[in-house]
């Protein structure tokens, strides 16, 4: 695949490989994350790490079957910065997500599904602008020129950092906003 010799941008050099979604073809959801963590950087798989494990409570708490979902990133090659033994997240910049957006474009477009619900800041504002806030924005649906819906919630790992009065609430609005996107879908 063409995106495994990507090199539109630096982030190919350090990464392990590209990360690309999955899923399947038919899929009526798309979930877009930021970009690989760690673990998804070694598997080249997304969300298997344990962002990934918060998702997939939470698409089941929603009734949203993972197996029929496609998954998938705005960001294909894991950025970090090493401290010791561990690599640490590093948010992509504009022009990684300028590099990256036609992959995801290509995805949408071979999909075409009805929802695109994107996990968090980074992949919100990647496809619907600078302006959207996800805790404004979030559960609300809007029309992409390109036909599908689009809406927003919080990132998987914004539960895992969260302190304990704040995780509950978090992950329950997270599943919210997923239930939102059954909802929709079951009504399409
Ligand atoms: N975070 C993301 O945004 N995507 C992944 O695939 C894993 C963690």
């Known amino acids: ?3 495994g010799a990507c090199t539109a941008c630096e982030l190919y050099r350090h990464a392990t ?6 899923g399947p073809i038919t899929a009526s959801v798309v979930l877009l994350g930021e970009q690989p963590g760690d673990h998804e ?3 080249g798989r997304p969300f298997v790490g344990p962002a990934g494990a918060v998702l ?3 698409l089941a708490d929603a009734q949203l079957d993972r197996r029929a979902i496609y998954v998938s990133n705005v960001v294909k090659h894991f950025k970090f910065v090493r401290s010791g033994k561990v690599r640490l997240h590093q948010k992509p910049n504009a022009a990684e997500l300028r590099a990256c957006r036609p992959w ?3 995805e949408l477009a071979a999909i075409q599904p009805h929802v695109v619900c994107c996990l968090g800041a980074t992949a919100a504002q990647a496809v619907l602008g600078s302006r959207v806030r996800v805790t404004r924005d979030r559960g609300r649906f809007v029309p992409l ?10 990132h998987p790992s914004a539960v895992l950092r969260a302190d304990d009065r704040h995780r509950t ?3 329950d609005g997270l599943v919210a906003d997923l239930s939102a996107v059954a909802a929709h879908v079951s009504d399409t």
């Open 41 to 43: 950087d070694r598997a």
């Open 145 to 154: 020129p390109f036909g599908p819906m689009a809406t927003v919630t919080i």
């Open 1 to 3: 695949m063409q995106a």
């Open 104 to 106: 995801w474009e290509a």
């Open 169 to 171: 609430v978090l992950y």
């Open 56 to 58: 997939d409570r939470a």
């Open 17 to 22: 490989q590209t990360v690309f979604g999955e």
